[in-house]
């Protein structure tokens, strides 16, 4: 069994010794984390994320017959095969999300012939860091160019959306799909969820004398899923009370905190106005080069997620307190929460200490060791070969 690589020539290799031809093509498609704008998404809000260098890599080539795709995943040593038939909303375990690609395809008009897919991925799983949107992106672009569909980005990252929404079953928003599709190296990308509005903007945190350091707090994020549907439904419904199309729309945070009771509820919308309104300064912080007032942004979004959002888990306070006490400018958990991943803006060169910093006090409060690496602004989805 091969070893998984980010690199697309072991995969070739694989995909050979699996199927006995040589693959029309590799694709690939990055995970993500987000600088700022956390469940602002599905209220229309804004939102910041970048891609990683960390990636699923797909090698692909059509099959004679029409209506049957095999899927060999190298992480999970396993191969899946799928029917026309197969194609029903809410099929389970991992070949979902490449199933429910085919699916969308389809909903949305579009003949997808069969094909044969041979994946790998270095992007950590269950860790906020958006595996299952690189993934679902990763087939995207690999169906599109095999069956040669003219399909936008944008229109790439809302097919993709729509597999994980209506066939998987997560009720997200579109900001995953829309950072592996539409990010570029070097940059953050500012995201408008009501009018698809992006915009690249510069994060060179290198020139500033900074670095970005990405901490797997490893918790496992059982409620994610519940959790995660319960925050949407909360926004639905305040929005639908202060009789607004969704919390973006929410101008006056005083006048319609005032209109609610549900203290619950209060909080939820604090939250969203406020994290919108701070996803616009860090934009004008980023366009105007000034990466290191990020920081308290960062500190002050996690503030929001923890105590007025409340999807925070201890091991993530944790790994966030510990980061600003061993030096970092800022940080704040990043992705839907429950758990995964934290980030913190540190001075370059200080990531592995930091990280060491955080391992040691994670081992003297009993949670198991968190990982860490360094993250790169990367490309979004593109043809390797
Ligand atoms: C998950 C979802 C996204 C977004 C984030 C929270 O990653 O997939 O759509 O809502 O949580 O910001």
């Known amino acids: 069994m091969h070893e998984v690589s980010n690199g697309a020539s072991g995969l070739v290799e694989a995909f050979r010794a699996q199927t006995g031809r040589q693959p029309a093509g590799v694709w690939a498609a990055p995970g993500r984390v987000n600088v700022i704008g956390e469940h602002t998404d599905y209220n229309d809000g804004y939102v910041m994320p970048f891609a990683l260098a960390q990636r699923v890599l797909i090698a692909a080539a059509p099959r004679n017959d029409h209506g049957t795709w095999t899927v060999t995943s190298l992480n999970n040593r396993s191969t899946k095969i799928f029917r026309d038939a197969d194609l029903q909303p809410g099929m389970t375990g991992w070949q979902a999300y490449v199933a429910g690609v085919v699916w969308a395809l389809k909903e949305a008009g579009?003949?997808?012939?069969?094909?044969?897919?041979?994946?790998?991925?270095?992007?950590?799983?269950?860790?906020?860091?958006?595996?299952?949107?690189?993934?679902?992106?990763?087939?995207?672009?690999?169906?599109?160019?095999?069956?040669?569909?003219?399909?936008?980005?944008?229109?790439?990252?809302?097919?993709?959306?729509?597999?994980?929404?209506?066939?998987?079953?997560?009720?997200?928003?579109?900001?995953?799909?829309?950072?592996?599709?539409?990010?570029?190296?070097?940059?953050?990308?500012?995201?408008?969820?009501?009018?698809?509005?992006?915009?690249?903007?510069?994060?060179?945190?290198?020139?500033?004398?900074?670095e970005i350091l990405v901490l797997d707090t490893k918790t496992p994020h059982a409620l994610v899923d519940s959790e995660y549907a319960a925050r949407r439904t909360s926004c639905e419904e305040a929005a639908r009370l202060l009789g607004v199309a969704?919390?973006?729309?929410?101008?006056?945070?005083?006048?319609?905190?005032?209109?609610?009771s549900d203290p619950v509820m209060r909080r939820r919308v604090r939250h969203v106005v406020t994290e919108n309104a701070r996803v616009l300064e860090a934009v004008a912080i980023l366009r105007a080069g000034r990466i290191a007032d990020?920081?308290?942004?960062?500190?002050?979004?996690?503030?929001?997620?923890?105590?007025?959002?409340?999807?925070?888990?201890?091991?993530?306070?944790?790994?966030?307190?510990?980061?600003?006490?061993s030096g970092a400018l800022g940080a704040r958990m990043t992705g839907g929460g429950f758990g995964g991943c934290i980030i913190a803006l540190v001075e370059a060169g200080d990531s592995n200490r930091i990280g060491d910093e955080i391992t040691v006090k994670f081992g003297a409060a009993g949670y198991g060791p968190p990982t860490h690496f360094t993250a790169v602004p990367s490309a979004g989805a593109e043809r390797l070969e």
């Open 294 to 325: 990020l920081a308290p942004l960062l500190d002050a979004s996690h503030e929001s997620m923890r105590d007025d959002f409340e999807i925070t888990v201890p091991q993530v306070d944790l790994a966030v307190d510990v980061a600003r006490a």
């Open 246 to 260: 969704a919390l973006r729309d929410v101008t006056d945070l005083d006048a319609a905190l005032a209109q609610l």
């Open 110 to 210: 579009h003949r997808i012939d069969g094909a044969d897919l041979v994946l790998t991925s270095d992007v950590p799983k269950g860790a906020g860091l958006s595996s299952s949107a690189a993934l679902e992106c990763a087939v995207l672009i690999a169906l599109a160019d095999l069956n040669e569909l003219e399909i936008p980005g944008l229109g790439r990252a809302k097919l993709a959306r729509r597999a994980e929404n209506a066939f998987v079953g997560a009720p997200t928003g579109l900001m995953d799909q829309a950072a592996s599709t539409l990010c570029t190296a070097g940059h953050a990308l500012f995201f408008d969820c009501r009018t698809d509005a992006a915009e690249q903007v510069l994060l060179d945190t290198r020139s500033s004398g900074l």
